[in-house]
T-cell receptor, first 110, second 113 residues
Framework: DGGITQSPKYLFRKEGQNVTLSCEQNLNHDAMYWYRQDPGQGLRLIYYSQIVNDFQKGDIAEGYSVSREKKESFPLTVTSAQKNPTAFYLC?????????FGSGTQLSVL | SQQGEEDPQALSIQEGENATMNCSYKTSINNLQWYRQNSGRGLVHLILIRSNEREKHSGRLRVTLDTSKKSSSLLITASRAADTASYFCATAPATYGNNRLAFGKGNQVVVIP
């Protein structure tokens, strides 16, 4: 069953804590993306990667970090420097012009 | 940077009616895409229209693109309860191509059975 798997579905962060959101795809896509979605707003690009071992900052990269050690995996770390991390996080991969999305992770602050 | 900007409307219609939503953008684009998001889920690609196209159909979907006005519209005909969702337009800026799609804020559609 091909697709993009995000885990966990819900995640809670304590103040000062780093948390990592997982994104795995078995679609054999080169490009992968992380978006943040806040209520009533559209998607904002955090980071993207066009190929293994390479990634670029998006529009709101501050307070986040990523790695791309394998084609299938693109984890996102929300660091303690991100002061307002509560949001719905979406991972996507791209083939050609179209994006394919995971089901998202809702991150909340305790 | 946000480019796609839908009319910020919440649309409530009866089943069987048509639903129309609009999107405007600011810079030159390679293509414009529409995605659907069901509550609490990821986005699903619906349809893509390229900058040299004016109209495109896919099933009950009809998309138009007016590059002179930098605007697009999505029409869903004969709506069904299952069409209840948020709809987002996304533009592929000519500068970045498909690497950095810019999404609008979304248009919530509720179809009443």
């Amino acid at each position: 069953d091909g697709g993009i798997t995000q885990s966990p579905k819900y995640l809670f962060r304590k103040e000062g804590q780093n948390v990592t959101l997982s994104c795995e795809q078995n679609l054999n896509h080169d490009a992968m993306y992380w978006y943040r979605q806040d209520p009533g707003q559209g998607l904002r690009l955090i980071y993207y990667s066009q190929i293994v071992n390479d990634f670029q900052k998006g529009d709101i990269a501050e307070g986040y970090s990523v790695s791309r050690e394998k084609k299938e995996s693109f984890p996102l770390t929300v660091t303690s420097a991100q002061k307002n991390p509560t949001a719905f996080y979406l991972c996507a991969s791209r083939t050609g012009e179209k994006l394919f999305f995971g089901s998202g992770t809702q991150l909340s602050v305790l | 940077s946000q480019q796609g900007e839908e009319d910020p409307q919440a649309l409530s219609i009866q089943e069987g009616e048509n639903a129309t939503m609009n999107c405007s953008y600011k810079t030159s684009i390679n293509n414009l895409q529409w995605y659907r998001q069901n509550s609490g889920r990821g986005l699903v690609h619906l349809i893509l229209i390229r900058s040299n196209e004016r109209e495109k159909h896919s099933g009950r979907l009809r998309v138009t693109l007016d590059t002179s006005k930098k605007s697009s519209s999505l029409l869903i005909t004969a709506s069904r309860a299952a069409d209840t969702a948020s709809y987002f337009c996304a533009t592929a800026p000519a500068t970045y191509g498909n690497n950095r799609l810019a999404f609008g804020k979304g248009n919530q559609v509720v179809v009443i059975p």
